[in-house]
């Protein structure tokens, strides 16, 4: 049953200028977490965060996700990967205040570099379907599918953080993941925030797609993605496209 508020949980966040250190790591890195006034809203289940590596959205993710109550190595609430730190949540999770309503402390935060080691610790724990082939025996594409279907139920608000979840996935099962992400929405009990380089994922439709710079943060359309444009003109003439690219590798080499 849908809970009784329905998603988005999470509603806001904004900075505490004094926990705001403007000459360290990400403050000084991102000018958008130089502003005083910055804050990020969330009004709808899904949110997806966009750009170039390097551009801030993975270290914005991981920083909500330790707001939630995840560990910045990823997992469960209370999940702590044996190699981690213990010095506590991240500069920018600490500067970060949010409004919640009501506060959710379920789910999981994916992170595809520490996720082999998440899946040992959720066998260990007692794999769900006791049949079925253990979490970390599996790649990463079907063990990542299989624990949202084997492991995870729509009957409590949970909060899915996933950063860039397409390392783990093949075309086809990325539109398995779209599936699953809309059975999450209908449900009505999930929030979902993602960092994608994937095309396919940002398709998702209703999703809030929010277009990291480096510099700044602004919604954006689908069709004015420049991974998606760049995508469709390699697919449309991929012949053509890879004639121009090492055309001008030859160039740069004779220079």
């Known amino acids: 049953m849908p809970a009784s508020l329905p998603p988005p949980f999470l509603k806001k966040v904004w900075l505490k200028p004094e926990e705001v250190d403007r000459d360290a790591f990400p403050f000084a890195r991102f000018p958008a977490l130089l502003d005083d006034d910055f804050e990020m809203t969330f009004e709808r289940p899904v949110t997806m965060f966009i750009g170039e590596n390097g551009s801030g959205k993975s270290t914005i993710l991981q920083a909500l996700a330790e707001v939630a109550g995840f560990h910045a190595g990823g997992g469960t609430v209370g999940f702590q990967l044996h190699n981690t730190s213990n010095e506590g949540r991240s500069a920018l999770a ?17 992170r595809s570099d520490t996720y082999g080691e998440v899946a ?26 299989a624990l949202f279907t084997e492991r995870f139920t729509f009957q409590r608000p949970c909060l899915y953080f996933l950063d860039e979840p397409e390392n783990a996935l093949s075309p086809m099962r990325q539109m398995a993941l779209l599936r699953f992400m809309r059975q999450w929405e ?21 999703a ?42 030859e160039d740069d080499g004779d220079g």
């Open 186 to 206: 209908d449900a009505g009990n999930a929030q979902i925030v993602l960092a994608t380089h994937s095309p396919i994922l940002m398709s998702y439709p209703g």
């Open 208 to 249: 809030d797609l929010r277009w990291f710079d480096g510099r700044d943060i602004q919604p954006i359309a689908y069709a004015d993605i420049e991974h998606v444009k760049v995508t469709r003109a390699f697919l449309a003439n991929p012949d053509r496209y890879l004639e121009m690219l090492f055309e001008e590798a």
């Open 94 to 110: 600490r500067a970060l205040q949010p409004s919640w309503l009501p506060k959710v402390s379920r789910g999981f935060f994916f």
């Open 120 to 145: 040992r610790y959720i066998d260990d724990e007692g794999n769900p379907c006791m049949h079925k082939i253990p979490l970390w025996q599996q790649s990463h594409g079907e063990s990542f599918l």
